[in-house]
């Protein structure tokens, strides 16, 4: 079957613009997590959704960060007047249960955010 | 905060020589995953480990969880060029959702 989508695949934005990132999880997962990926690095968490519930907002490094999953679904990332630090590759991971230390992790393919 | 550090940072070795990344934890874990991330890709899982001095063996990979489950490693047999990419190790700790990856290996296989 279809593993997770993320799109877009690939985002430039001046500075201060807004973006919106959008991922389609595993149907029928009910975990899904929003990681950041800095060049080099490895993917740091920002959020955790079980099914419409955020249960861990955390890693969100600013206000300006905002995460939705309203039908516990599709799941949108949201920046808000954007910075050159938010420049990253934007990780979706869902897993089929709320079990989350016995499920591994299903990763899309990320959006590639570039601030300019 | 809670930290998760792997050691070494890069790896170049001959195809045919033996690979080894250590993952250490500042705290306890509850589990640790490890992920393989390709150059351009993104991370693909491996393996879990839940149980404290678990040891579990994938073909050429054995994957090991310290007694104490603060600490793993990776180890792969007979490196080929198709095992290039980075090696992260993921842990939670119990209680909550929260996944903490590692700072990566990066390995590079020289035919």
């Known amino acids: 079957g279809a593993g997770v989508s993320q799109s877009p695949r690939y985002k430039v934005a001046k500075r201060g613009q807004d973006v919106a990132l959008r991922c389609d999880p595993i149907s029928g997962h009910v975990s899904l997590f929003w990681y950041q990926q800095a060049l080099g690095q490895g993917p740091e968490f920002l959020t955790y959704?079980?099914?419409?519930?955020?249960?861990?907002k955390s890693g969100l490094p600013s206000d300006r960060f905002f995460a939705e999953r309203p039908e516990g679904s599709v799941s949108t990332l949201k920046i808000q007047r954007t910075q050159q630090e938010d420049s990253a590759v934007y990780l979706c991971a869902s897993s089929p249960t709320g079990a989350v230390s016995y499920n591994e992790q299903f990763f899309g393919p990320g959006t590639r955010l570039t601030v300019l | 905060g809670q930290q998760v550090m792997q050691i070494p940072q890069y790896q170049h070795v001959q195809e045919g020589e033996d690979f080894t990344t250590y993952c250490n934890s500042s705290?306890?874990?509850?589990?640790i995953q490890w992920y393989k991330q390709r150059p351009g890709g993104h991370p693909v899982f491996l393996i879990q480990?839940?149980?404290?001095?678990e040891v579990k063996k994938q073909k050429r990979l054995t994957f090991q969880f310290g007694e104490a489950k603060k600490n793993s490693s990776l180890h792969i047999t007979a490196t080929q060029t198709t095992d290039v990419g980075t090696y992260f190790c993921?842990?939670?700790?119990?209680?909550?959702?929260?996944?903490?990856f590692g700072t990566g290996t990066r390995l590079k296989v020289l035919a």
């Open positions: 993921a842990g939670t700790t119990s209680g909550t959702y929260k996944y903490i």
């Open positions: 705290t306890t874990l509850s589990n």
């Open positions: 480990l839940v149980k404290s001095g």
């Open positions: 959704f079980q099914n419409e519930a955020q249960l861990d």
